[in-house]
């Protein structure tokens, strides 16, 4: 299908730029993490402000590597917020720390610093924030009520961990125009393909944290000694110690290729991205002001980064019929939710049939079976619940066309009559 038809969900931004530097690489005969890695940890660190930049094959492993090296074990509590991805919460996992889910904003879905301050314990090592959508979290109120909620424990403030993988690139404006991902310990950024820059799989975790930089480096590599990578180049020694059982996360010379072009052109693509979301806020403001759909929080001047465009079904737009439970995402919720659940299942069936993919942003963590074995219950985090209930998220990126844009409001203003 042709984009005539069919507006995917998300389509990556791929120039000649990007094919050639790729093919360079493969030309070069050094396919791994080599020079180009080099360079793309050196030119990000740059954009973004930090003295270190540790490229790795994913968001994920950024999370991972972060909290390993923060020294975070079994035995430990991360505090994270609900109202994400899998990785947030997994991530603690594989440490052997236990996370602690807590609510977010029902605004902004970010993570709520009066729930994340109440869940703080004598065990919380780390708080974890999302900057969901590309909106920044509130991290100076959430430093400020851990902080407090930690001196009352008689524990150190526990360090703060941005989960940036959807805030590049967001500056926070009340905090000087810095970068979202840069103000915590450690900041995890990542390059999948449907984030806002892309190198297929790849993220960065970010440190002004000389120690924290110095354990990514190596426990990327199987634990191996710093530079090891350099050990089939002409400078290179065959020579290495293992220190650790590290993991295989670092990033290729060839996905470095690539990340260099998207990061010289993310002020782009971060416009363009700007421009499909004021289009949508301004074609979707009468179903707003009908109360059919919610818009997003659009942030203070051009912070947001965009990578998600997430609205919300309203009150306005009433259930047609009544609740189905065997619809996607109703039976989970509580009783209360289902029929706005079972609405949102349907505006996602009817965009799908008028050739718009759409997906939604998130089923809250303590929903799912891993996160009820720990405990969770549907009801419990209610402010995640309720925006999950109504979400629906619409196709933007670069490339997209204002024609593009007029569809999915008319499709959204059928589908929400
Ligand atoms: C994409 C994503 C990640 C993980 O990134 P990968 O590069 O896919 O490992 C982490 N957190 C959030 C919120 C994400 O959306």
């Not at 892309?198 to 944290?209: A, K, R, S, Y």
């Not at 980064?305 to 509580?334: C, K, N, Q, T, Y």
């Not at 609405?343 to 303590?366: D, K, N, W, Y």
Request: glycine letters at 10%; charged letters at 20%.
């Amino acid at each position: 299908m042709s984009l005539d038809d069919f507006i995917p969900f998300h389509r990556a931004s791929i120039t000649d730029a990007e094919r050639s530097a790729v093919l360079e690489v493969l030309d070069s005969g050094w396919l791994t993490m080599g020079p180009k890695v080099a360079e793309f940890e050196d030119a990000f660190a740059e954009f973004v402000g930090v003295s270190h930049a540790v490229a790795l094959n994913s968001g994920t492993a950024a999370l991972h590597l972060a909290f390993e090296g923060l020294g975070i074990g079994p035995g430990d509590e991360v505090i994270v917020p609900t109202y994400t991805f899998a990785a947030s919460a997994e991530t603690v996992v594989y440490t052997g720390a236990t996370p602690v889910l807590v609510d977010v904003d029902p605004a902004t879905c970010n993570i709520d610093p009066e729930s994340a301050a109440a869940a703080a314990s004598s065990t919380t090592r780390a708080i974890e924030v999302v900057h969901v959508g590309g909106l920044p979290a509130e991290l100076d109120r959430v430093s400020a009520s851990l902080e407090s909620a930690a001196l009352s424990l008689g524990i150190g403030p526990p360090p703060l961990v941005e989960d940036a993988a959807h805030a590049f690139p967001t500056r926070i404006s009340d905090l000087g125009g810095r970068f979202a991902g840069t103000i915590g310990r450690a900041g995890a950024y990542s390059f999948y393909a449907t984030k806002t820059i892309t190198t297929g799989e790849g993220g960065m975790l970010v440190t002004n944290d000389d120690t924290l930089a110095d354990r990514a480096r190596s426990m990327r590599l199987h634990g191996i000694s710093r530079d090891a990578w350099k050990r089939y180049t002409s400078s290179g020694s065959w020579y290495y110690e293992i220190t650790d059982p590290g993991f295989k996360d670092n990033l290729t010379d060839l996905a470095a290729a690539l990340g260099l072009v998207q990061l010289a052109r993310a002020d782009e693509l971060h416009m363009s991205r700007a421009e499909i979301a004021r289009q949508y806020l301004g074609g979707l403001s009468d179903l707003a002001s009908q109360g059919r759909l919610i818009l997003p929080p659009p942030g203070s001047g051009d912070e947001h980064s965009w990578h998600l465009f997430m609205v919300r079904i309203g009150p306005g737009a009433r259930p047609r019929d009544s609740v189905d439970e065997s619809l996607p995402g109703v039976g989970v919720l509580p009783e209360s939710l289902r029929a706005i659940a079972s609405r949102r299942a349907r505006v996602v069936e009817e965009l799908r049939s008028a050739g718009i993919g759409t997906s939604v942003h998130f089923i809250p963590l303590h929903l799912h079976p891993l996160y009820a074995r720990l405990g969770y219950r549907p009801g419990q985090l209610p402010a995640a619940e309720a925006a999950y209930a109504a979400t629906v998220t619409l196709p933007i990126w670069p490339g997209m066309t204002s024609g593009h844009v007029d569809r999915v409001v008319a499709a959204l203003a059928r589908a929400t009559q």
